[in-house]
């Protein structure tokens, strides 16, 4: 099951170097950044446009920025310009990225197609009101989420709507997790709500981040 993580998991190491790439490109900005983050506001760095020009050049800057970062930094860029501004959900969608990309699901991605029949199936075969059942639909409805905003051309050229239907899948299996986690993790369970409800946003913005890193 994936969750917001990314914010959380920062060190201040990581912060320095970002506020560091900061001031490289813009010394004032720098400053400002450092003041930022010695008074604990982190979400004023993270959020700054110095943030995300560093993160834009984050292959020249001498200490490399995290991978958590260069997904997080652009996400919630992306968000903000489509009236957005639940930082906990640009949060969730880079957790899905940096979770996925460092499993065998980025391995096996240009090789093999992605079903959202098996997963459909394999969502209906456990028990109607189980929290396993809600844990699985919300990791399938990462799972199209994710293909659907980082290889949106793999699924653009099956033709038949593939792209639509992978965001709505994703959308309905995370409604369906939010109402099975909702006695039991309520606080995920009203993130995967709101993360269905902006599902084609969230995947907008994760295609946007992925030509940008690409760039």
């Known amino acids: 099951m994936i969750v917001?993580?990314?914010?959380?998991?920062?060190?201040?190491?990581?912060?320095?170097?970002?506020?560091?790439?900061?001031?490289?490109?813009?010394?004032?900005a720098g400053r400002d950044a450092?003041?930022?983050?010695?008074?604990?506001d982190v979400d004023r760095?993270?959020?700054s446009d110095g943030a995300l020009a560093a993160v834009r050049a984050a292959p020249s800057l001498p200490s490399a920025l995290p991978f958590s970062l260069l997904w997080y930094v652009p996400l919630r860029?992306?968000?903000?310009?489509?009236?957005?501004?639940?930082?906990?959900?640009?949060?969730?969608?880079?957790s899905v990225c940096v979770a996925l990309l460092r499993t065998r699901a980025a391995r096996v991605a240009g090789r093999l197609e992605p079903g959202l029949a098996d997963w459909t199936h394999a969502i209906d075969a456990l028990p109607d009101d189980s929290v396993a059942r809600g844990e699985l639909a919300s990791d399938c409805g990462a799972l199209a989420l994710w293909w659907a905003g980082v290889f949106p051309e793999r699924l653009e050229r099956t033709g038949d709507g593939a792209l639509r239907a992978y965001v709505t899948?994703?959308?309905?299996a995370l409604d369906l997790a939010a109402v099975l986690?909702?006695?039991?993790r309520p606080a995920v369970s009203a993130l995967y709500q709101?993360?269905?409800?902006?599902?084609?946003?969230?995947r907008?913005?994760?295609?946007?981040?992925?030509?940008?890193l690409a760039a």
């Open 34 to 40: 450092a003041a930022a983050l010695d008074a604990g």
């Open 194 to 202: 709101r993360a269905a409800a902006i599902a084609p946003d969230l």
């Open 77 to 94: 860029a992306e968000l903000r310009a489509r009236d957005e501004y639940d930082a906990e959900l640009a949060d969730y969608a880079a």
């Open 169 to 172: 899948f994703a959308a309905g």
């Open 181 to 184: 986690l909702r006695v039991y």
């Open 4 to 28: 917001a993580s990314v914010r959380q998991s920062l060190t201040w190491d990581e912060l320095v170097r970002l506020v560091d790439g900061i001031g490289r490109r813009d010394p004032g």
């Open 45 to 47: 760095v993270l959020d």
């Open 204 to 212: 907008a913005a994760l295609a946007a981040t992925r030509r940008q």
